[in-house]
């Protein structure tokens, strides 16, 4: 089973700030078949980036994605007041899939 | 429009069964990769279980042997039948299209599942 750690577990940062959370994975993630969702309370979780760096339909482009193997990136160039969530980094290559524990953007 | 509508939750006691239904609209269950995917209260997701398009199915350890997952292609839903649950099954059940190599692209709103005495 990969399992995949995602850090900080908590980013407190402004609107109009950078975020950059990462995910590491405990073996290489198969074609780089990584996924980033976005969760809100009480909302079910929201894909955003898929192979690592493409994004959803619909997803705004101050959001992207990066890196390959283990070490992945999610990254929000300017945080708009609806960004601050839960993100989840997820790898959908080998079975079981698996979820990374989650960061937390916050307001600071 | 694709959507997916969970519904079957509520409150049950230890060792008792309950099933899950989601009803898909906008695409065709069967020809794709459907799973659910739970989340304990102030937890993170935990994948639970998926079934293939060609009706493969497969299970989350933590719910092997206790946990089915079907379909009823005549009705387009997707279920979990969930026997012999423990307060540990307690959360938040979403079905989800995607998997092998398919991120999950659209989720269900969610059915909340409590197990306690």
């Known amino acids: 089973e990969i399992v995949l750690t995602q850090s900080p577990g908590t980013l407190s940062l402004s609107p109009g700030e950078r975020a950059t959370l990462s995910c590491r994975a405990s073996?290489?993630?198969?074609?780089?078949?990584l996924a980033w969702y976005q969760q809100k309370p009480g909302q079910a979780p929201r894909l955003l980036i898929y192979g690592a760096s493409s994004r959803a339909t619909g997803i705004p482009d101050r959001f992207s994605g990066s890196g390959s193997g283990t070490d992945f990136t999610l990254t929000i160039s300017r945080l708009e007041p609806e960004d601050f969530a839960v993100y989840y980094c997820?790898?959908?290559?080998?079975?079981?899939?698996?979820f990374g524990g989650g960061t937390k953007v916050e307001i600071k | 429009e694709v959507q997916l509508v969970e519904t079957g939750g509520g409150l049950m006691q230890p060792g008792g069964s309950l099933r899950l239904s989601c009803a898909a609209s906008?695409?065709?269950?069967?020809?794709?990769?459907m799973n659910w995917v739970r989340q304990a209260p102030g937890k993170g997701l935990e994948w639970v279980s998926v079934?293939?398009?060609?009706?493969?199915?497969y299970y989350a350890d933590s719910v092997k042997g206790r946990f089915t997952i079907s379909r009823d292609n005549s009705k387009n839903t997707l279920y979990l039948q969930m026997n012999s649950l423990r307060a540990e099954d307690t959360a938040v059940y979403y079905c989800?299209?995607?998997?092998?190599?398919?991120?999950?692209?659209?989720w269900g709103q969610g059915t909340l599942v409590t197990v306690s005495s």
């Open positions: 073996q290489s993630v198969t074609s780089s078949y």
């Open positions: 997820q790898q959908y290559g080998s079975s079981p899939l698996t």
């Open positions: 079934i293939y398009s060609g009706g493969s199915t």
């Open positions: 989800a299209r995607g998997g092998s190599k398919k991120p999950f692209d659209y």
């Open positions: 906008g695409f065709t269950v069967s020809s794709n990769y």
